[in-house]
Each structure stands twice: as structure tokens, then as C-alpha cells.
């Protein structure tokens, strides 16, 4: 089945405590995102990358970091949390071309208190 | 700044009238605009896109009209359905990105009464 699936999906932690989303696809996309979801901004994105290697900024991207080392997976890292950063995050996939729909994972929510 | 605006926070509709959701956007660098449908605790999945050089796609009970002078898009849905409540966003890609730069609107939760 094609998928895009990401870990964990409930997740609560402390402020400063590094932590990892991992997002991984079955479909041999080359482009993936992330974005957070919060009450009345809808889907914002953060991060994006092309291909393996090659990421780019949203336009949210500060506090996150990127890496694509395969291609199915695109790990999401808050390295130092903060209750700002408090949200659903929802990881996608789409292969080349138009109309550019993406496969989203089922979110992730996450609390920093 | 929003780019792509979603006014109408929620919608309710009778089973069987048509639904319309709106949508506008302010960048004339976007080429191709997308609906997708979200369900609670479920990610966002695919509805129906339109390319910015057809000003209408229509996929069964779904259509959606593009007015490009007006930066106004809109998603019909008809007849509306208890099943087609949820939380519909529209996303708007600009092609000289690659359309890696994609802009969501707020969303619009539909509700459809039976």
C-alpha cells in the first residue's frame, strides 16, 4: 500500500529536549515536506527537499532542522524545543511534475511544555 | 501575509444542495491550485487541482472554477453528502519553484446535514 508514514504520533516533551519526527515513503518520491498545522493559519510548510541531499526553507523553518540522506526518509529535528512549537505536524510526498498533489502522512502532535 | 485566503472559517449544508467553498489568493506566480479534504486525526488527502490555463476541472461530484482576473477560486460539490464533512483546504503551487513552494489557505470545515 502507498504510504507515508510518521513517528511518533503523539508525542510530549520538555522545553529544550532535542527531539526527532521521523517520516518515511513507499513510493520512490523525489520531493518531501513538512509542515505544522495550527488553529486558523492552516497548513504552514517548513522544510522541503528535491531530492537526496538537497533541502530547502518553507516558510516556517525557524527552530527545525532537515536531512535527507535516502530518499524515502525525511526526518524532522527540533533541537531545542520551545511551547511556540507546539503543534500537528504533518510530513508529504509527491513525485515530478503537475498538478503537484501530495501523499501526507497522518500527523504528528506534538506539546512542548 | 496570506497568499491564499480561506474566509469562511466553516459551512453548513443541507444532504443533497451544493456545497461552495472559496478561496483567493494574491501571488499571480501560481500556476496550479489544489483542493484537499481532511478528516479529524487523519492527514490531508488529494481532492481535485486545476491548472491556472483552464478556468474549470470537474471530477464527479466535485468541480472547481478558476477566475483568474478575480485571484478567486471555488470547489462545488454537488449533491453534498453526510461523508464529505470534513476540512477542506485549497493550496496554491507556482510551477517556476518547481512547485516545491506550496501556500495553504486557512481551511473551510464543512458540515452536511442529513
Known amino acids: 500500500e502507498a504510504q507515508v508514514t510518521q513517528n511518533p504520533r503523539y508525542l510530549i516533551t520538555v522545553t529544550g529536549k532535542k527531539l526527532t519526527v521521523t517520516c518515511s515513503q513507499n513510493m520512490n518520491h523525489e520531493y518531501m515536506s513538512w509542515y505544522r498545522q495550527d488553529p486558523g493559519l492552516g497548513l504552514r510548510q517548513i522544510y522541503y527537499s528535491m531530492n537526496v541531499e538537497v533541502t530547502d526553507k518553507g516558510d516556517v523553518p525557524e527552530g527545525y532542522k532537515v536531512s535527507r540522506k535516502e530518499k524515502r526518509n525525511f526526518p524532522l529535528i527540533l533541537e531545542s524545543p520551545s511551547p511556540n512549537q507546539t503543534s500537528l505536524y504533518f510530513c508529504a510526498s509527491r513525485g515530478q511534475g503537475p498538478p503537484y498533489e501530495q501523499y501526507f502522512g497522518p500527523g504528528t502532535r506534538l506539546t512542548v511544555t | 501575509d496570506q497568499q491564499v485566503k480561506q474566509n469562511s472559517p466553516s459551512l453548513s449544508v443541507q444532504e443533497g444542495r451544493i456545497s461552495i467553498l472559496n478561496c483567493d489568493y494574491t501571488n499571480s506566480m501560481f500556476d496550479y491550485f489544489l483542493w484537499y479534504k481532511k478528516y479529524p486525526a487523519e492527514g490531508p488527502t488529494f481532492l481535485i487541482s486545476?491548472?491556472?490555463?483552464?478556468d474549470k476541472n470537474e471530477d464527479g461530484r466535485f468541480t472547481v472554477f478558476l477566475n483568474k482576473s478575480a485571484k478567486h477560486l471555488s470547489l462545488h460539490i454537488v449533491p453534498s453528502q453526510p461523508g464529505d464533512s470534513a476540512v477542506y483546504f485549497c493550496a496554491a503551487s507556482a510551477v517556476g519553484t518547481g512547485g516545491f513552494k506550496t501556500i495553504f489557505g486557512a481551511g473551510t470545515r464543512l458540515f452536511v446535514k442529513a
Open positions: 486545476i491548472s491556472s490555463i483552464k
